[in-house]
């Protein structure tokens, strides 16, 4: 079946399922603005098609997605160009999937980060493995927790959410389980038998019954209760002067506050209010808002300077502007989250 994406992504039909593989492993599958449009008309299709019953997201390789395509956005930015349409498109697609009227599976056996989170966690069954490691690790390359994690983290019990968007930190299968962003976990070798019988019932319910291994959370008690207590915190400073506080005495609260100091300043005030906000909105007005905030970073300074130290001189230490969280101002903050007027997204 050809949506177009050319030899990035495959359409197939089998069974009850329409299935949907990425297929760029040598580029951990992140995520092009051909893949975006494909996905897009292929969703457009098989929602009408009465053939359809379940639609099914995988990838090749050993990674799900490992984001958006940042070399890419990099070079177009720097070249006066940045991709705000694909952008626009990508969230469009976030909020499509969330919207699907008919199941929507993923399939996550690697890492999934960024873009590929958002092609796959808004769906209605997010099924991972043991291989699986999820990650929004924006912050730290000066961008912000985008692709639908407004709406997806302020979900997370626990305050669990605001520690994954201010630290980046990478979890298994076992926390994503039990923190709710994944809603089934199965055994790596059980993934084609339960892809035969997906495909040959269309219905993931019943089919997920059988194949359903539930994982054992990786993060323990009291870690989770130092994540609770020290991310509820009123303020994005209440947080670090909870940290503060506790570091002398608490490993996990130092490793975590050092981790903190290294991402942009820019980037930990912008994911605070996002997560935060999120909290009570819904999915097309968290698009709304994470697009209003990509059209102020791409025109900034951070994400460029993230991406030159993590990509382009690889491992060197990225000098943000401004350079601490205290010189970063609530005007500075406001203006990031401020209406487009005419540029707008339209969903």
């Given at each position: 079946?050809?949506?177009?994406?050319?030899?990035?992504?495959?359409?197939?039909?089998?069974?009850?399922?329409?299935?949907?593989?990425?297929?760029r492993?040598?580029a951990l599958?992140?995520v092009?603005?051909?893949?975006?449009?494909?996905?897009?008309?292929?969703?457009?299709?098989?929602?009408?098609d009465?053939?359809?019953?379940?639609?099914?997201?995988?990838?090749?390789?050993?990674?799900?997605?490992?984001?958006?395509?940042?070399?890419?956005?990099?070079?177009?930015?720097?070249?006066?160009?940045?991709?705000?349409?694909?952008?626009?498109?990508?969230?469009?697609?976030?909020?499509?999937?969330?919207?699907?009227?008919?199941?929507?599976?993923?399939?996550?056996?690697?890492?999934?980060?960024?873009?590929?989170v958002?092609?796959?966690?808004?769906?209605?069954?997010?099924v991972l493995?043991?291989n699986?490691?999820f990650?929004?690790?924006?912050?730290?390359?000066g961008?912000?927790?985008?692709?639908?994690?407004?709406?997806?983290?302020?979900?997370?019990?626990?305050?669990?959410?605001?520690?994954?968007?201010?630290?980046?930190?990478?979890?298994?299968?076992?926390?994503?389980?039990?923190?709710?962003?994944?809603?089934?976990?199965?055994?790596?070798?059980?993934q084609?038998?339960?892809?035969?019988?997906?495909?040959?019932?269309?219905?993931?319910?019943?089919?997920?019954?059988?194949?359903?291994?539930p994982?054992?959370?990786?993060?323990?008690?009291?870690?989770?209760?130092?994540?609770?207590?020290?991310?509820?915190?009123?303020?994005?400073?209440?947080?670090?002067?909870?940290?503060?506080?506790a570091a002398?005495?608490?490993?996990?609260?130092?490793?975590?506050?050092?981790?903190?100091?290294?991402?942009?300043p820019?980037?930990l005030?912008?994911?605070?209010?996002?997560?935060?906000?999120?909290?009570?909105?819904?999915m097309?007005?968290?698009?709304?808002?994470?697009?209003?905030?990509?059209?102020?970073?791409?025109?900034?300074?951070?994400?460029?300077?993230?991406?030159?130290?993590?990509?382009?001189?690889?491992?060197?230490?990225?000098?943000?502007?401004?350079?601490?969280?205290?010189?970063?101002?609530?005007?500075?903050?406001?203006a990031?989250?401020?209406?487009?007027?005419?540029?707008?997204?339209e969903?």
């Amino acid at each position: 079946m050809d949506f177009g994406g050319g030899d990035e992504i495959r359409f197939e039909r089998s069974g009850r399922a329409g299935v949907v593989t990425l297929t760029r492993p040598q580029a951990l599958n992140a995520v092009t603005h051909a893949m975006v449009r494909a996905l897009g008309k292929a969703l457009d299709a098989w929602e009408r098609d009465d053939g359809v019953d379940v639609v099914i997201v995988k990838a090749e390789g050993r990674a799900f997605s490992a984001g958006g395509d940042i070399l890419h956005i990099y070079e177009a930015g720097r070249a006066g160009k940045p991709p705000v349409e694909f952008f626009a498109d990508e969230y469009r697609l976030n909020a499509r999937i969330n919207a699907f009227r008919k199941p929507y599976v993923a399939l996550i056996d690697g890492i999934v980060m960024g873009g590929g989170v958002g092609i796959s966690f808004h769906g209605s069954q997010r099924v991972l493995t043991e291989n699986a490691q999820f990650a929004m690790p924006e912050v730290g390359i000066g961008f912000f927790p985008d692709v639908g994690a407004s709406h997806l983290l302020p979900d997370l019990g626990g305050s669990f959410g605001m520690y994954l968007a201010l630290t980046g930190t990478r979890i298994r299968h076992g926390d994503a389980l039990w923190s709710g962003l994944a809603t089934h976990t199965i055994r790596a070798e059980d993934q084609a038998a339960f892809l035969d019988r997906l495909c040959a019932t269309g219905d993931p319910e019943s089919v997920l019954r059988g194949f359903f291994v539930p994982a054992k959370r990786e993060t323990d008690r009291p870690v989770l209760e130092a994540i609770a207590r020290h991310f509820a915190q009123a303020s994005l400073s209440d947080i670090m002067a909870s940290l503060e506080r506790a570091a002398p005495a608490d490993e996990f609260a130092a490793k975590t506050l050092a981790t903190i100091r290294t991402r942009s300043p820019t980037s930990l005030h912008v994911a605070w209010r996002q997560i935060s906000a999120g909290l009570t909105m819904s999915m097309d007005e968290c698009m709304k808002m994470e697009f209003r905030i990509l059209n102020r970073m791409l025109a900034g300074h951070d994400f460029y300077e993230g991406i030159r130290a993590a990509i382009i001189d690889k491992g060197s230490t990225p000098r943000w502007r401004p350079a601490s969280l205290d010189a970063v101002s609530v005007a500075d903050v406001d203006a990031y989250f401020a209406p487009l007027d005419a540029r707008e997204l339209e969903l």
